[in-house]
């Protein structure tokens, strides 16, 4: 993949997405859906076979700091994190993450990436509402989370 497919890539993101500027993604690095804020990071000069995308689930309360950091590791550990991504605390705003590295970009669909980037934010809407407001991990992460169109969006952590 290249700077230019990069662009359409995130341009067709938005439009799937329908986002009132389709030059955001490209432009900003970052979109919002639900209030939830999506970065992507590219460099093709560095690795033009992947894409690392970020997933804010938000300012973790210093009261329940160790809890949290204990169930994003239980989460990393349920997850299989070396496949579908990880969950951490971004070293630089020390918010709670999820971070995935997209492979072959070049094979992926706007449309799919549109649905998985709902499916993001929803976990993380979930996360907020759980997680970050008592410290507890609640499972199954998606079990409440449904997409405008009602759409199971749940996923088997086995």
Do not use: W
């Not at 341009?11 to 900003?28: G, K, M, Q, Y």
């Not at 894409?51 to 804010?56: A, S």
């Not at 929803?122 to 759980?130: C, E, G």
């Amino acid at each position: 993949m290249n700077n230019d497919q990069y662009s359409t890539l995130c341009r067709n993101i938005c439009l799937a997405l329908d986002i009132p500027d389709p030059d955001s993604f490209s432009n900003e690095g970052s979109i919002f859906i639900d209030e939830i804020k999506i970065q992507l990071m590219f460099d093709d000069l560095l690795s033009d076979d992947c894409i690392l995308c970020v997933v804010d689930i938000g300012e973790i309360p210093e009261d329940i700091r160790t809890q949290v950091s204990e169930s994003l590791l239980k989460l990393n550990f349920l997850t299989g994190s070396k496949t579908v991504g990880a969950y951490a605390i971004d070293p630089l705003s020390q918010r709670a993450a999820f971070v995935v590295t997209l492979i072959h970009p070049d094979t992926l669909q706007a449309d799919d990436l549109a649905d998985l980037f709902r499916r993001y934010a929803h976990r993380s809407r979930y996360l907020q509402s759980t997680l970050l407001k008592s410290g507890e991990l609640i499972l199954p992460l998606d079990a409440h989370a449904k997409d405008p169109a009602e759409k199971d969006l749940s996923i088997d952590l086995a």
